[in-house]
Every structure is written in structure tokens, then in C-alpha cells.
């Protein structure tokens, strides 16, 4: 079941229409055409709602994807670095997120900082595919991570602001 902030946030990104990953060289450059339009839209989206918590890019294949997300709490920004790769079998298959710097910070984690999203968004992701993408994930998968493991993890003092821990020094 899918409440309504989750169906209107998934309403407003664009679906993908080429069922392709990167070894189909010939469908691959139109998906990824696609995955960009689909991310600006949502990142366009963000801004506008005054929501903007991401910045990403992609190597020049589309097949490595990093950049920054963030959480503000209390009037400060917290930022993460953040990765993936796009699985062989993409776009049935989801990306697996890390923010390495967690990695071993929380029990919603796998090795390397991959994200814990077995539960909630891998069914969403199968469901859907092969009209999801990155910013599906993204939107659907580390957002809602983001938005309820940092501030368990700010509250637990396992993650402080990089201001609070030259003060501490």
C-alpha cells in the first residue's frame, strides 16, 4: 500500500519507457536520455516545493552515478557522500545506494554503506520496473532513508556536524 505523499511524489517523476540496461548498447543511450530527463524533472520538483536535498552525476556511460545528499536538522546541513552502480540486469533490478561514510553506523546497512532497502522499496522497485529509474530510487528509496535514519543517527550522537566536532577538538 501507497500513501498519498509517496503517490504524489512518484506522480510527478517522469516513468521510463526503454527497457534497457548497459550492455544493450544499441537501447542503452536512449534509456539513459531518459533517466536524465526523468532526474531533472525530479530534482526540478524538489527545488520548487523548497525541498532540494540532492546533487547528482553520472560518468560518462551512465553506468557509475555519485554525488551529495543532505539532511538539515536544527539549522544545520548535514552532507553525505553517495554511490552506486547500475546492476547488469537494470532496469529490473535496483540500484544499490551507499553513503560509504556510514558504513557501520546503523543496523539498516549492508557492507560498504549500501543502504537497507529490501523492505519497503525493492517490492515498489519489481512491481514497477522496468518504468522506474534513478531517480525513482532516489526518490522512493534513499529519501526516505535519508529522512528517518540521519535523524536517529544525529539524536544517537553517532553522526555530528562537522562544526560541533571542531569545537569538541
Request: aromatic share 10%.
Amino acid at each position: 500500500m501507497v500513501d498519498a505523499a509517496t503517490k504524489k511524489t512518484l506522480a510527478a517523476i517522469p516513468l521510463l519507457k526503454t527497457k534497457a540496461g548497459p550492455r544493450d548498447k544499441e537501447e542503452w543511450p536512449q534509456r539513459l536520455k531518459e533517466e536524465v530527463t526523468s532526474l531533472i524533472k525530479y530534482i526540478q520538483n524538489n527545488k520548487e516545493a523548497d525541498n532540494d536535498w540532492l546533487r547528482i552525476q553520472s560518468n560518462k556511460d551512465g553506468t557509475r552515478w555519485f554525488g551529495k545528499c543532505w539532511y538539515v536538522q536544527d539549522y544545520k546541513k548535514y552532507e553525505f557522500e553517495l554511490e552506486f552502480d547500475i546492476p547488469v540486469t537494470y532496469p529490473m533490478t535496483a540500484p544499490e545506494i551507499a553513503i560509504p561514510s556510514l558504513d557501520g553506523k546503523t543496523a539498516k546497512m549492508y557492507r560498504g554503506g549500501k543502504i537497507c532497502l529490501t523492505e519497503h522499496f525493492k517490492p515498489l522497485w519489481s512491481r514497477n520496473a522496468p518504468k522506474f529509474g534513478v531517480a525513482h530510487a532516489l526518490a522512493l528509496g534513499l529519501g526516505p532513508w535519508v529522512a528517518v535514519e540521519i535523524p536517529d543517527l544525529i539524536k544517537r550522537g553517532i553522526v555530528v556536524h562537522k562544526d560541533d566536532k571542531s569545537e569538541d577538538s
